[in-house]
């Protein structure tokens, strides 16, 4: 069987996909066929890639231009063969069987998927040139947006600082923005940097009063007051865009306890979820959603406190860490699923984190939540939420000071990745003292 014979096969597989025609698909694959050391029958796989190329986000395509192979009686390899969807680029490799009774026919035996990676270096015409023209791009911005924010932190002084913050955020929305960005070492270099500064802060800092918070990433925070430290949604990061292990543990060994408001892959990280249950860190976590699963690494451990989704109701559910955090979940819903909007009192200050709470039969409390705290003499100090809600949950809950969250979330498409000048723009219609804060950085309120 020649190399060029296995080529054929592999793109006449591929083609079946891209096509689509998946009756052919499953005639082209093993009876058995392993993705990931999983195996699958062909006709799982085909009904696979059925759902997949339904899917606006993702629709594959391949390119196996740079594929070399290697061939001997009965098996065949092809590699790299690149699976390109709108999001990122996955490096495959194909190992082929000859068909029983049929030495001429090549069928699919195994797949393995060795990393995912830039688009740019994957699409027909494009290659490791514009990857790297990418990428010194990428880093020529990065360098400016670093420096900028460490001379212009969060809390700076004066309006011609706050305008080079401004600029600087908004320089990294367009590095952000880049269908790449997530596996850009650059990027991956920001992310890593950022959180060894914040490391540094948390375990130096002193706090006399009020508190200090640190946006890790996207919508996960840390906050440190006189005597507790504690994080909400903190998540490492995603695609390579992601903190070490090293630094994980280092974050969540400060930490008392991790809230975490609903199960999405970017508030929800089984990651940091194990260095937490690891160290002995208490995790508190909405209930999981209708047909939704707890992992059973995580539902038998005893510090894993999953919310009761039978008392999901006002007020809340409520509890106390073992430190002495104080802390109720508001029971919010993004859309139907369950999202805990944490409210938590500590040291005579009052934080509440709103998840991505987003459900219009919630807003008959929402919409009064401060004055109903402020019956129960409480008074929310700050408030960390998202940009979809931002208006109208600050003006519900009119805390002191708003943060908001969930911009760029790598793990979006491109085009959902909410800018960080999205932000500066809603926020002028809250006359409320706010921060937009890009990763890693610190603002230290009274």
Same mark, same amino acid.
């Given at each position: 069987m020649?190399?060029?014979?296995?080529?054929?096969?592999?793109?006449?597989?591929?083609?079946?996909?891209?096509?689509?025609?998946?009756g052919k698909l499953a005639s082209l694959t093993a009876a058995t066929c392993t993705i990931d050391g999983i195996p699958h029958t062909s006709e799982a796989i085909a009904e696979r890639y059925e759902r997949t190329t339904k899917s606006a986000h993702v629709q594959p395509m391949f390119n196996a231009d740079h594929a070399a192979v290697l061939t001997s009686k009965t098996r065949a390899q092809v590699g790299p063969v690149y699976e390109i969807t709108f999001h990122h680029a996955t490096e495959l490799h194909f190992t082929l069987m000859a068909a029983e009774n049929e030495p001429e026919?090549?069928?699919?035996?195994?797949?393995?998927?060795?990393?995912?990676?830039?688009?740019?270096?994957?699409?027909?015409?494009?290659?490791?040139?514009?990857?790297?023209?990418?990428?010194?791009?990428?880093?020529?911005?990065?360098?400016?947006?670093?420096?900028?924010?460490?001379?212009?932190p969060p809390d700076v002084a004066g309006y011609r600082a706050q305008t080079l913050r401004r600029h600087a955020v908004s320089a990294l929305d367009e590095v952000l923005h880049l269908r790449s960005a997530p596996y850009l070492t650059t990027v991956q270099r920001f992310i890593r940097q950022q959180a060894e500064r914040m490391i540094h802060e948390i375990r130096t800092d002193t706090v006399e009063s009020g508190c200090h918070v640190w946006k890790p990433y996207d919508h996960g925070w840390i906050v440190k007051t006189r005597e507790h430290c504690w994080a909400h949604d903190f998540t490492e990061g995603y695609g390579a865009a992601v903190m070490t292990d090293e630094q994980i543990a280092a974050i969540v060994g400060k930490i008392e306890a991790l809230f975490v408001s609903h199960w999405h892959r970017d508030h929800a990280s089984p990651t940091v979820f194990r260095h937490a249950l690891e160290a002995g860190v208490p995790i508190?976590?909405?209930?999981?959603?209708?047909?939704?699963?707890? =992992?059973?690494?995580?539902?038998?451990?005893? *510090?894993?406190?999953? %919310?009761?989704?039978?008392?999901?109701?006002?007020?809340? #559910? @409520?509890?106390?860490?073992?430190?002495?955090?104080?802390?109720?979940?508001? =029971?919010?819903?993004?859309?139907?699923?369950? *999202?805990?909007?944490? %409210?938590?009192?500590?040291?005579?200050?009052?934080?509440? #984190? @709103?998840?991505?709470?987003?459900?219009?039969?919630?807003?008959?409390?929402?919409?009064?939540?401060?004055?109903?705290?402020?019956?129960?003499?409480?008074?929310?100090?700050?408030?960390?939420?998202?940009?979809? #809600?931002l208006q109208r949950i600050a003006k519900g809950v009119n805390p002191r000071f708003v943060i908001p969250g969930h911009e760029n979330e790598l793990g979006h498409m491109f085009e959902h990745r909410e800018p960080y000048d999205q932000s500066y723009e809603k926020l002028v219609e809250v006359d409320i003292p706010s921060y937009v804060l890009a990763w890693g950085e610190r603002v230290r309120l009274p």
């Open positions: 020649s190399n060029d014979t296995a080529r054929r096969a592999v793109a006449a597989w591929c083609n079946a996909i891209e096509r689509p025609d998946f026919r090549w069928l699919v035996e195994r797949i393995e998927s060795r990393g995912r990676g830039p688009i740019e270096r994957a699409i027909p015409g494009l290659g490791e040139d514009y990857v790297a023209m990418t990428e010194a791009w990428a880093d020529a911005n990065i360098r400016w947006i670093g420096r900028t924010l460490a001379e212009n508190y976590i909405a209930p999981m959603w209708e047909g939704g699963e707890v =992992p059973a690494e995580f539902a038998d451990q005893s *510090n894993f406190h999953v %919310l009761d989704v039978n008392r999901w109701t006002m007020p809340g #559910q @409520s509890g106390t860490t073992p430190t002495g955090i104080t802390w109720r979940a508001l =029971p919010g819903h993004q859309d139907h699923r369950p *999202n805990a909007m944490f %409210l938590v009192e500590v040291d005579g200050f009052v934080v509440l #984190q @709103s998840g991505d709470q987003y459900n219009d039969d919630d807003c008959a409390w929402v919409d009064r939540i401060g004055k109903d705290l402020a019956a129960e003499d409480v008074r929310v100090d700050l408030l960390l939420t998202w940009l979809p #809600q």
